[in-house]
C-alpha cells in the first residue's frame, strides 16, 4: 500500500513511522501548509486547519496570445472541472 511504503521512507530517512492518516499527516505535521488552488473549489463543510493557506495556481510564462480558444457561443456558461 502506498501509505505503508511512504512510512517505510520516512524511517529510512531517519523519521518515525506514520501513526495517521498520510493526508493528515503532511497538512497537520507543519507550521504553514500551502495549498496550489482556491478554497472555492474545495467542499464548502471541509473543516482545515487555520495553518492552510490557499494560494491559487503558480505564475506561468506564456507568450502573447499563446492561447486562443474558440467558444462557438460565449452566452453559454463556462464550466470548471477540477
Known sequence: ???DKFSEMLVAAGGKPLKIDQNEA???GV???LQLATATFE????SLPNHVKFIGSLPIKMD???LKINWKNENQPLIIVT
Not at 43 to 46: E, K, L
Request: charged residues 30%.
Open 26 to 28: 503532511l497538512i497537520c
Open 31 to 33: 507550521d504553514c501548509y
Open 43 to 46: 467542499f464548502s463543510d471541509m
Open 64 to 66: 502573447e496570445d499563446s
Open 1 to 3: 500500500m502506498l501509505e
